[in-house]
């Protein structure tokens, strides 16, 4: 799934034919679907992700931040990065993804969640959510910093970007152990392996 998301994130010639614009569109779509799963699935039943997502998760529910805020703050110093490296239209249109998730995720905020039962948490907000990230990525940009990093730390060492995410996120998981307990990290854990087998299907070639 990873090796698909590089080719995604450097090589865009399957979909050149397509406007800056209309992947704009697409991404805005990507990104509320994203709000939608964190908001009205996901963060009220402290359920987190992966990646960066997880991390504004975790640090929201400690500080009483603003998830889409806490996002925005964390993503820039990664989408500068990938701005060096990865070029200027990965860097627009991951930031315009941010920023409507950022805004999404404010509206949605006061809405309370659809479901508490956590086999439709795990099932919904997994797809929901890998909906959403698949087509941001689908379309050339992206939602989370570190696999940004895991992208170019691949290219500079002999671990793949899979080992460097997988490396990230056992760390985070095991962080919601301590903060959710045990219970929260494993329907996490399960949320996380739906959404990522719903990026699979999406990206698919």
């Known amino acids: 799934m990873f090796r698909k998301k590089l080719i995604y994130y450097i090589d865009n010639r ?11 569109c697409f991404i805005c779509l990507g990104a509320l679907l994203v709000a939608i799963s964190l908001q009205l699935f996901l963060i009220k039943n402290y359920v987190i992700d992966g990646g960066v997502i997880g991390i504004g998760i975790i640090l929201s ?22 701005y060096a490296f990865l070029g200027k239209r990965f860097f627009a249109l991951s930031f315009f993804a941010i920023f409507v998730l950022t805004i999404g995720t404010n509206l ?14 795990i099932i919904f907000g997994g797809i929901c ?14 939602l989370d910093g570190t696999e940004v990093m895991a992208i170019l730390f691949s290219r500079r060492t002999r671990f793949t970007i899979g080992q460097y995410v997988l490396l990230f996120n056992v760390v985070i998981f095991g962080s919601a152990i301590f903060i959710f307990g045990l219970q929260a990290a494993v ?12 990026i699979d299907i999406l990206i698919k070639d």
């Open 14 to 24: 399957r979909s050149s034919y397509m406007s800056f614009y209309r992947r704009g």
């Open 108 to 121: 949605l905020e006061p809405i309370p969640a659809i479901t508490n039962n956590p086999v439709f948490v």
């Open 129 to 142: 959510l890998g909906l959403g990230v698949g087509i941001i990525i689908r379309f050339g940009g992206c």
């Open 61 to 82: 529910h400690i500080t009483g931040l603003q998830i889409g805020l806490l996002l925005l703050l964390l993503n820039i110093p990664f989408f500068f990065i990938g």
């Open 187 to 198: 329907y996490s854990l399960a949320t996380f392996c739906v959404a990522c087998k719903t």
